[in-house]
């Protein structure tokens, strides 16, 4: 017969338009043209025999994947659908493959003839005796192939170009050019042609709409309206041209169409890059130069000149030890939706959850001195819409004060961390902007931690960790701090003010009180400053005694007071008045006593 036999699409989406068409009588003595087979092999492709070449040279030529079935192992009807589970199939190149049920087969009443847009099956497959033949054109879904060909270790031309999308407007087209090919050439007779089409499912070529300005401002060139049309028109495009803009219809095989963006690039292509002149962009930015990572890196500096090593973690840590550092004053534990592992389930809230596995890992090593610190983000809050980050800088430090071999080596202390806190200030910060509060973090050592303030701003706090919680981190005495980067920043910003210095000399004056033990230097010298007034340039404490003649529970303590006026030379008179002013503070306030010696 030379009609093909009926064909049936049972997935209207997977495959919208599917054509065959049968040649009946065709004289196989007739080989391959020259110019056919020349054709191929400059396409990087070997002859095999008349009709298979027929399909590659149009695949070459147009584009379009062609398949051709042997008509006399056919039976019954032709039918697209998908494949049956565990059913198997004998493909071209003699590999069996067992089928999912997920992937589109052409079929006859006896099965499976061919993974579809992929390759054929071995039982339909054109031999050098094949007489007549049924030509498959189809257009496939790219959804439709993909992956399908990669599961079973395919790649052919076919599986290649459905998977990257062809035009669905070629199928009719290469069709009639394979038909004609092998008609003209071996004198067969060509059937009608068979065609199921679903319109609704092929793909929609959306009209674009293209600003004519918004070419202007992405090519940075003014290209004349008319020129625009010339060149979108030569492409295949339907252009409407209104007054700002033009409407642009794809042809179908730039199924790549899709916003406006592709056409400037069209237009830039073909208008030509050469012509389109090379210029410097204006840049509207602050070029004021951000000292945040030199300052940062000064602190650093400063920690290493200490002894510290800077450690560089992950934000998230372990939720056991978030558990173990918690306290209300440090807020919400956000926790992970896709942890990479269990001990990386939550964001750290302090930057202590990511150095104190630092200083197991050493202990666990006999490394028992460590000084570690860290610079990073701190995350507060138990949602993405509450979250805080805070630039954070953190210390750690267990062991001794020296390494071993040191003379006179002992324990770090509460005071040399406090020491190593300070040297992350300006040197020329007055101490009268620094004061300590006693710490009440659950975390921490309640007798042996402060929470630092600058210019009473809170900063951060330091300490000793909490014995109950070093010893569930099988962790000896360790001393932590963590602060706020920002106003660390802020102060190492400030400008100091340039003074000339005073003509007139300096007046040093020293007191020894007697005050209870329990009350802060701290506090005994923001007396003294207030007492004094702006005659008092500088105050120290330069000796402390508790022992033989001073009463249990109290302490002896010295300082120094320097005292000048810029405008002239202070009298005896004025410094005693200034300095019996400070001893009734001292003695009003704190109940202090002047020691005669």
């Known amino acids: 017969s030379t009609n093909p036999p009926a064909a049936t699409v049972c997935q209207d989406e997977a495959l919208p338009r599917y054509l065959l068409q049968s040649i009946s009588n065709i004289d196989r003595s007739i080989d391959t043209p020259r110019w056919m087979q020349d054709a191929l092999v400059q396409s990087?492709?070997?002859?095999?025999?008349?009709?298979?070449?027929?399909?590659?040279?149009?695949?070459?030529?147009?584009?379009?994947?062609?398949?051709?079935?042997?008509?006399?192992?056919?039976?019954?009807?032709?039918?697209?659908?998908?494949?049956?589970?565990?059913?198997?199939?004998?493909?071209?190149?003699?590999?069996?493959?067992?089928?999912?049920?997920?992937?589109?087969?052409?079929?006859?009443?006896?099965?499976?003839?061919?993974?579809?847009?992929?390759?054929?099956?071995?039982?339909?497959?054109?031999?050098?005796?094949?007489?007549?033949?049924?030509?498959?054109?189809?257009?496939?879904?790219?959804?439709?192939?993909?992956?399908?060909?990669?599961?079973?270790?395919?790649?052919?031309?076919?599986?290649?170009?459905?998977?990257?999308?062809?035009?669905?407007?070629?199928?009719?087209?290469?069709?009639?050019?394979?038909?004609?090919?092998?008609?003209?050439?071996?004198?067969?007779?060509?059937?009608?042609?068979?065609?199921?089409?679903?319109?609704?499912?092929?793909?929609?070529?959306?009209?674009?709409?293209?600003?004519?300005?918004?070419?202007?401002?992405?090519?940075?060139i003014e290209i004349e309206p008319a020129v625009m049309v010339r060149i979108l028109t030569q492409l295949g495009f339907e252009v409407d041209q209104q007054v700002d803009r033009l409407i642009c219809t794809p042809p179908s095989y730039r199924f790549d169409m899709s916003i406006k963006e592709d056409l400037i690039e069209e237009i830039a292509r073909i208008y030509g890059y050469d012509n389109?002149?090379?210029?410097?962009?204006?840049?509207?930015?602050?070029?004021?130069?951000?000292?945040?990572?030199?300052?940062?890196?000064?602190?650093?500096?400063?920690?290493?000149?200490?002894?510290?090593?800077?450690?560089?973690?992950?934000?998230?840590?372990?939720?056991?030890?978030?558990?173990?550092?918690?306290?209300?004053?440090?807020?919400?534990?956000?926790?992970?939706?896709?942890?990479?592992?269990?001990?990386?389930?939550?964001?750290?809230?302090?930057?202590?959850?990511?150095?104190?596995?630092?200083?197991?890992?050493?202990?666990?090593?006999?490394?028992?001195?460590?000084?570690?610190?860290?610079?990073?983000?701190?995350?507060?809050g138990q949602s993405i819409g509450e979250l805080v980050q805070t630039p954070s800088i953190a210390l750690v430090a267990v062991g001794d004060i020296w390494d071993e071999q040191a003379y006179q080596n002992r324990a770090l202390d509460f005071y040399d961390l406090k020491h190593d806190i300070e040297q992350l200030l300006p040197a020329q910060i007055d101490s009268a902007r620094i004061r300590y509060e006693r710490s009440a973090l659950a975390f921490l050592h309640p007798g042996q931690s402060a929470k630092l303030y600058i210019d009473n701003e809170y900063v951060g706090w330091l300490g000793q960790l909490h014995p109950n919680t070093a010893k569930q981190l099988d962790l000896p005495a360790t001393w932590v701090a963590q602060l706020s980067l920002a106003p660390l920043l802020t102060l190492a910003r400030e400008q100091d003010a340039i003074t000339t210095p005073s003509k007139f000399p300096q007046v040093r004056r020293d007191i020894a009180i007697l005050v209870d033990s329990d009350i802060s230097l701290q506090t005994l010298e923001s007396t003294i400053r207030t007492a004094a007034g702006e005659l008092l340039t500088d105050l120290w404490l330069f000796d402390v005694y508790q022992g033989d003649n001073v009463p249990t529970g109290q302490r002896s303590l010295a300082f120094a007071l320097v005292w000048q006026d810029r405008l002239q030379t202070l009298s005896d008179e004025a410094v005693k008045t200034a300095t019996d002013k400070v001893v009734r503070a001292l003695t009003e306030q704190h109940a202090a006593k002047l020691r005669d010696s």
Request: aromatic share 6%; hydrophobic share 45%; proline share 4%.
């Open 276 to 380: 389109i002149p090379s210029v410097l962009p204006h840049l509207q930015v602050s070029m004021d130069y951000d000292d945040t990572a030199d300052l940062t890196h000064e602190m650093k500096l400063a920690l290493v000149n200490n002894g510290y090593m800077e450690a560089i973690s992950f934000s998230f840590s372990d939720a056991k030890i978030e558990a173990l550092l918690d306290d209300k004053a440090l807020g919400e534990v956000l926790a992970l939706a896709n942890p990479i592992s269990s001990d990386l389930a939550v964001m750290r809230r302090t930057l202590l959850s990511s150095l104190l596995p630092c200083v197991q890992y050493n202990l666990n090593r006999q490394q028992p001195r460590v000084r570690f610190f860290e610079t990073g983000l701190s995350f507060v």
């Open 44 to 220: 990087g492709l070997r002859s095999h025999n008349f009709l298979v070449d027929v399909t590659n040279y149009v695949l070459m030529e147009l584009g379009q994947p062609l398949h051709a079935f042997d008509a006399d192992t056919i039976e019954g009807d032709i039918v697209v659908r998908l494949a049956q589970p565990s059913e198997t199939l004998t493909l071209l190149n003699e590999q069996t493959i067992i089928l999912t049920g997920d992937e589109l087969v052409i079929a006859d009443d006896k099965g499976a003839l061919a993974l579809a847009g992929i390759m054929g099956g071995q039982r339909s497959s054109v031999t050098d005796s094949t007489t007549n033949i049924i030509v498959e054109s189809a257009f496939f879904s790219q959804l439709a192939i993909a992956a399908r060909a990669r599961r079973f270790g395919l790649h052919t031309d076919a599986s290649q170009r459905f998977e990257r999308g062809v035009d669905f407007e070629l199928p009719e087209l290469a069709l009639a050019r394979a038909v004609d090919l092998i008609t003209s050439v071996t004198g067969g007779q060509a059937g009608q042609i068979v065609k199921v089409e679903s319109r609704e499912h092929l793909p929609a070529r959306t009209p674009i709409t293209l600003p004519i300005t918004k070419v202007r401002e992405v090519i940075g």
